[in-house]
């Protein structure tokens, strides 16, 4: 029989929320929980950490994935797609069992909705409800749970269409940003993010010795009916390409209202978070060391994609300008990785969700103050690719489908600070040396991305790397 490691590596490798598989990793080890269920109960439930490195010698760290663990005496029908493996596990008296995900196990996700409703403590877990003001959502006890497909570095399960409980998979020691932030702009009152309803955190062993700790789940409130802005504003889009002979502004489904209400929404969930979380300043040495990094990654990332080497010239003006700056940066938390899809469109107005920050970087990294002109710009790039996506997919090669696609987003950017400045006070456009360096960078992450993972799409940060660096040029 395989060994129960060599099933959880092949588990993992082919789930979208493990992050290794571009690398050479293995899994050399899975510690585990306390029992969620009691003894004698079937499914016997608790939760895996896995415990992921790369070769002898190479500098992939060691990274720790969540991974709730449901066994059951027998094969079950229904879960064949949540199959870890088989094997005779010591700590159930070496009875043969088979092992599944338990967040697609519905006999077992029921741990974590009364954990979080009744506050309960374990070895090693905590189950923290949110003890919210009278009228909040309350969840019922027999809420059945449905994992949503939509999710890609954590797993996400709707109970009851009422609440939304989010898994970490790749796991930090220290506070998760989504909770710490969600939890805190809850607290303060916000309407424009989903009610926080409770969190779960948990110990790990530490490879090599100790113990780590951290957040392992959130419970905030379902936006149902809600729409994702990616697929509200692509439909607008679609609706513009139909009609390929009218300007945007022209046709029924213009998206620029509602980018100018998202303008706004965002511009005051910044003002909620300075209010809650605090603010701080940069000064020219911090700007200098920015624009260092940016020209690092563009150094790199000219490095290995070729056709980016002709705009890395004007690229690079754009951070010599940052480093210029004389002028002191206001800094907060933010969100961090801010586009369409980190957005809800509801009957009440638009929500921001997933304060998690990039994926990709460390937890200190997310965690850390930035500037709200880089959630800005990333929402600026955004609104290219709802455009250009369509255009690539759908009508390749046709230049008045390309000049509306070009209008669309332009439009809809406008739009977007327009709304912005009106709350902010600040027109952020005000702030083209730091908007500039920002949406560099950012152009600079998505070419690497689509370099990697959908060469076909890498046209379109191209595209505006192209017209960026020449804008620099320009102006320089």
């Given at each position: 029989?395989?060994?129960?490691?060599?099933?959880?590596?092949?588990?993992?490798?082919?789930?979208?929320?493990?992050?290794?598989?571009?690398?050479?990793?293995?899994?050399?080890?899975?510690?585990?929980?306390?029992?969620l269920s009691?003894?004698?109960?079937?499914?016997?439930?608790?939760?895996?950490?896995?415990?992921?490195?790369?070769?002898?010698?190479?500098?992939?760290?060691?990274?720790?994935?969540?991974?709730?663990?449901?066994?059951?005496?027998?094969?079950?029908?229904?879960?064949?797609?949540?199959?870890?493996?088989?094997?005779?596990?010591?700590?159930?008296?070496?009875?043969?069992?088979?092992?599944?995900?338990?967040?697609?196990?519905?006999?077992?996700?029921?741990?974590w909705l009364e954990g979080l409703t009744n506050g309960r403590t374990l070895d090693g877990l905590e189950f923290h409800p949110v003890h919210a003001p009278e009228g909040a959502t309350v969840v019922p006890e027999d809420a059945q749970s449905l994992v949503l497909t939509v999710e890609q570095s954590n797993t996400?399960?709707?109970?009851?269409?009422?609440?939304?409980?989010?898994?970490?998979?790749?796991?930090?020691?220290?506070?998760?940003?989504?909770?710490?932030?969600?939890?805190?702009?809850?607290?303060?009152g916000s309407e424009l993010v989903p009610e926080v309803l409770g969190s779960?955190?948990?110990?790990?062993?530490?490879?090599?010795?100790?113990?780590?700790?951290?957040?392992?789940?959130?419970?905030?409130?379902?936006?149902?009916?809600?729409?994702?802005?990616?697929?509200?504003?692509t439909s607008s889009v679609r609706d513009l390409y139909a009609e390929a002979d009218l300007h945007a502004?022209?046709?029924?489904?213009?998206?620029?209202?509602?980018?100018?209400?998202?303008?706004?929404?965002?511009?005051?969930?910044?003002?909620e978070l300075a209010k809650a979380l605090g603010t701080d300043v940069w000064e020219q040495a911090k700007?200098?060391?920015?624009?260092?990094?940016?020209?690092?990654?563009?150094?790199?990332?000219?490095?290995?994609?070729?056709?980016?080497?002709?705009?890395?010239?004007?690229?690079?003006?754009?951070?010599?300008?940052?480093?210029?700056?004389?002028?002191?940066?206001?800094?907060?938390?933010?969100h961090g990785d801010f586009h369409l899809g980190q957005v809800l469109r509801t009957i009440d107005g638009w929500k921001l969700i997933d304060f998690e920050g990039e994926p990709a970087k460390s937890l200190i990294e997310r965690r850390a103050l930035d500037t709200a002109v880089k959630d800005i710009a990333g929402m600026l790039r955004?609104?290219?690719?709802?455009?250009?996506?369509?255009?690539?997919?759908?009508?390749?090669?046709?230049?008045?489908?390309?000049?509306r696609a070009a209008e669309w987003a332009t439009r809809n950017q406008q739009a977007f600070c327009d709304g912005y400045a009106e709350v902010a006070g600040t027109d952020p456009r005000q702030q083209s040396v730091l908007l500039s360096a920002f949406l560099a960078d950012k152009l600079i992450y998505e070419c690497l991305y689509e370099a990697r993972n959908r060469p076909t799409w890498l046209r379109i940060p191209l595209s505006a790397a192209a017209a960026l660096a020449e804008a620099e040029s320009v102006e320089g």
């Open positions: 029989m395989t060994s129960h490691l060599d099933q959880v590596q092949s588990f993992c490798t082919n789930q979208r929320w493990f992050g290794e598989k571009g690398h050479d990793v293995v899994v050399d080890a899975v510690a585990t929980s306390a029992w009691d003894d004698g109960v079937w499914p016997a439930v608790r939760i895996g950490f896995v415990y992921c490195s790369g070769p002898p010698g190479s500098d992939i760290p060691i990274r720790v994935y969540q991974l709730p663990l449901s066994y059951h005496q027998a094969p079950v029908d229904n879960l064949g797609h949540a199959l870890i493996g088989d094997w005779a596990e010591q700590d159930l008296d070496d009875t043969r069992v088979w092992v599944y995900d338990a967040l697609h196990d519905k006999e077992a996700t029921p741990y996400s399960l709707v109970f009851g269409d009422v609440a939304l409980l989010k898994v970490f998979r790749r796991l930090e020691p220290g506070s998760n940003p989504g909770v710490e932030i969600e939890s805190a702009l809850t607290e303060s779960a955190r948990g110990s790990w062993p530490r490879a090599g010795g100790g113990t780590d700790s951290g957040e392992l789940a959130m419970l905030t409130a379902f936006q149902k009916n809600a729409t994702d802005g990616w697929s509200f504003a502004a022209e046709v029924g489904g213009d998206f620029a209202g509602e980018s100018h209400r998202l303008g706004a929404s965002t511009a005051q969930v910044h003002s700007l200098v060391e920015h624009a260092a990094a940016m020209q690092r990654r563009l150094d790199q990332a000219v490095a290995a994609i070729p056709e980016l080497a002709p705009y890395a010239a004007g690229l690079g003006r754009a951070f010599d300008a940052l480093a210029a700056t004389d002028q002191p940066v206001i800094v907060q938390r933010i955004s609104f290219d690719y709802a455009a250009r996506s369509l255009l690539l997919t759908d009508h390749e090669g046709d230049q008045q489908i390309a000049y």
